[in-house]
């Protein structure tokens, strides 16, 4: 199962915000989420923003989902 978030208007140049989201890409959503809240760049915040409704978007989708095993 898929489950998607859109981020609009940003703000951010798209080279910067991809420096932050590969630091995060392939990894367990609890360690992605410790991983953008103790980043030092300005973006990890709407990226921490941004996984945590795809996170409540997968919930949404299953509600019997376990969150443990997602991956971003």
Do not use: C, F, H
């Not at 199962?1 to 392939?26: E, F, N, P, W």
């Not at 973006?43 to 989708?61: G, I, R, T, Y």
């Amino acid at each position: 199962m898929i489950a998607t978030a859109r981020l609009k208007y940003l703000g951010v140049s798209a080279q910067k915000t991809r420096l932050v989201v590969d630091l995060v890409r392939g990894k367990s959503v609890g360690e992605a989420m410790a991983s953008l809240r103790y980043s030092r760049k300005m973006v990890a915040k709407d990226l921490e923003k941004l996984l945590q409704s795809a996170l409540a978007n997968a919930q949404q989708k299953d509600p019997k989902l376990d969150v443990d095993r997602l991956v971003v």
